[in-house]
């Protein structure tokens, strides 16, 4: 069915009619640019969630991600990313396929409409125009009429009195010829005028408006093809990532399916596997039986000044106990003070502070108390083994070698640096090999370069394999003696306390690595006086009584009178000059020496410290 034949009458219907159409095209236009943004939208939200639960670089979650389990989770993080992405790719295909398509297609159909209808009402104002002429016509042509009628009747009235003269008479009939004549032009014209309108007429009804509205109506039509294919599209955008989607579906099962729980169990134990032994079990003490106590439960001095070498109860086990009791603070005796130095004096002259300025005072434990009667007993045991090894002994630094660690963890991170330390070593000799490489070409052509010029980097990059090189030999060494490879230094120790050997062999190791496998930084007090009074005597003796002091790395002046009063300090003099052994680390405080066995820290704000560049003293601690 055409509109043409069967709506002929209807323009103004049917221009509202397409003026709709364009409506609901545009409105189509509308709900998928909002669609896209919704797509938009909601891929950035995936991206940010996705985000949020990455785990932060150099940070603890890291390690939580060798866990099967946190792997599968990374991954779901991952494959919502992509996911993320599908839903991006449906917004830019819905934007470029149907929204922009659409948008052009709805410009260019808005000015075909108004071409046609502009044609419409083109044939509308000739077919009124024509109308007009026509009535017109018909309308002179009646008035003519009448007029010749009128001037008929006229010429026969003055014809018919004989009053009045010829001439009037001849006049008379001359007027109504005339306006005889001028009704048969009237008739002609308005003959020639009607056929000329229905002529008009029969082309705008039957050609020029069925042409136009058909038209219109295969305007109408492809509008309506157009918006049906947009949505197929719609639908095929979305189909298109389906597959997509499935995948990043199917990559989360998958990552589901490889948790496997005993490789995660086993990751636990080597994470917090310490390497000690089971606590023994405990003995029975008769009580029915008069018996003396060995060991002092107030003084570790006292359990030296007793010489007997009965266990008391417990003894064999609460050694072992070590890894459960909570951690003391023994360290703060060893270290430099933790707490923040007192500032300098108002007057540099010492009689504005008549008693000096005091040092951070320290609430002593009674554990504290008994060691402090076991370092003036002995006083050669002023830092126990990190001194050997020329630690940093701030409160909370870590030993270069770890040994604050339980055995396990103590071995694997040993074996971590000695990893890190050959992958630099093998970088710096990939470095040189290039750098010679580059000084043969430079040889072979100088036009390419200067060999003189690589001889200094050449030289650096050796160095800095030489030290890699000692680094690693002296942590390697370190991990075999943890692993077992080399004699322990305890070893010795432990022979010489047959006693101990004999019935807690796995109790006591070396001084060091008791004291760091205790968390309470300490012997138990439970412990037998043979315990207590071989291992820290023989053990302690056989590490430091051959221990040589740290070198000076310059000197110092006393600006002020400073009077020590805790742990770990020393009392120096105005103008006093004195050896500095260790630099400022940042907390404050200097330690010095004045002599072989009196050394200890100051303020670094109370002296003037010299530091000789040449010195290969303990500068830098780990």
């Known amino acids: 069915m055409s509109w043409g034949t069967e709506l002929w009458d209807q323009f103004d219907n049917l221009e509202k009619h397409t003026q709709w159409g364009i409506d609901i095209l545009e409105k189509y236009i509308k709900f998928v640019k909002e669609r896209t943004e919704i797509e938009l939208s909601y891929a950035k939200q995936l991206r940010n969630l996705a985000k949020k639960y990455q785990p932060k670089k150099n940070s603890k979650e890291e390690e939580e991600y060798r866990y099967t389990a946190c792997k599968a989770f990374l991954s779901t993080l991952n494959e919502m990313n992509d996911y993320a992405g599908q839903h991006e790719v449906i917004s830019e295909n819905m934007t470029s396929n149907i929204t922009v398509e659409l948008a052009r297609y709805v410009q260019e159909l808005k000015q075909e409409r108004k071409s046609y209808f502009h044609d419409g009402r083109k044939a509308q104002q000739h077919i009124e125009i024509c109308w007009k002429q026509l009535e017109s016509s018909k309308r002179r042509f009646e008035r003519d009429c009448k007029e010749a009628d009128r001037a008929q009747q006229y010429f026969e009235k003055m014809d018919a009195d004989i009053n009045v003269t010829k001439a009037d008479v001849e006049k008379a009939r001359q007027q109504a010829q005339v306006r005889h004549q001028m009704a048969e032009d009237s008739k002609a014209d308005y003959s020639s005028i009607l056929q000329k309108f229905n002529h008009e007429q029969h082309e705008y009804y039957y050609t020029h408006i069925p042409n136009i509205f058909q038209k219109i109506q295969e305007m109408e039509e492809r509008r309506i093809v157009r918006i049906g294919e947009s949505m197929k599209t719609y639908a095929e955008v979305d189909r ?92 703060s005796l060893l270290t430099s003070p933790h707490q923040p130095p007192p500032p300098p004096p108002a007057s540099a002259s010492p009689s504005a502070v008549p008693n000096g300025p005091q040092s951070p005072k320290q609430q002593k434990e009674p554990l504290s108390h008994r060691f402090n009667e076991f370092m003036v007993s002995k006083p050669k045991i002023h830092c126990f083994r990190s001194l050997k090894r020329g630690l940093s002994l ?12 339980p055995p396990e963890q103590r071995r694997k991170k040993l074996q971590q640096k000695v990893d890190e330390l050959n992958k630099e070593i093998q970088k710096e000799m990939d470095q040189r090999d290039a750098i010679t490489k580059m000084k043969d070409v430079y040889l072979k052509n100088p036009q390419m370069g200067d060999p003189a010029s690589l001889d200094h980097k050449l030289t650096e990059v050796s160095q800095n394999i030489e030290k890699l090189r000692l680094e690693a030999q002296k942590f390697e060494a370190w991990l075999a003696e943890v692993e077992g490879r080399l004699p322990a230094r305890s070893e010795q120790a432990r022979r010489q306390s047959g006693m101990f050997d ?85 907390d404050g405080w200097t330690r010095i020496r004045r002599n072989e066995d ?22 830098t601690y780990i």
């Open 240 to 331: 298109q990532v389906i597959p997509i989607i499935g995948k990043c579906l199917d990559e989360i099962v998958k990552a589901a399916e490889s948790i496997d729980q005993k490789n995660d169990s086993q990751l636990v134990i080597e994470a917090y596997k310490s390497g000690f032994e089971p606590p023994g079990d405990i003995e029975f003490e008769d009580y029915t039986q008069p018996m003396k106590r060995t060991v002092s439960d107030n003084s570790l001095s006292n359990s030296r000044g007793e010489g007997k070498p009965e266990l008391k109860f417990g003894g064999k086990s609460k050694g072992k106990l070590w890894p459960f009791i909570k951690k003391n603070k023994l360290m």
């Open 394 to 405: 701030k409160l909370g630094a870590t030993p270069e070698d770890f040994s604050n660690l």
């Open 502 to 586: 004999a019935q807690n062999p796995a109790t006591v190791n070396s001084c060091a690595q008791d004291r760091e496998s205790s968390p309470d930084g300490s012997y138990t007090e439970e412990q037998s006086q043979e315990g207590e009074g071989k291992v820290l005597a023989t053990d302690f003796d056989d590490e430091f009584d051959e221990e040589e002091p740290l070198p000076a790395i310059g000197t110092c002046k006393a600006l002020y009178t400073f009077e020590g009063q805790n742990e770990g300090t020393i009392s120096v003099a105005e103008g006093e000059t004195l050896y500095v052994i260790e630099e400022d680390k940042g």
């Open 598 to 619: 009196e050394e200890g820290y100051v303020p670094t704000s109370y002296v003037e410290v010299y530091l000789d560049k040449n010195a290969k003293g303990a500068k």
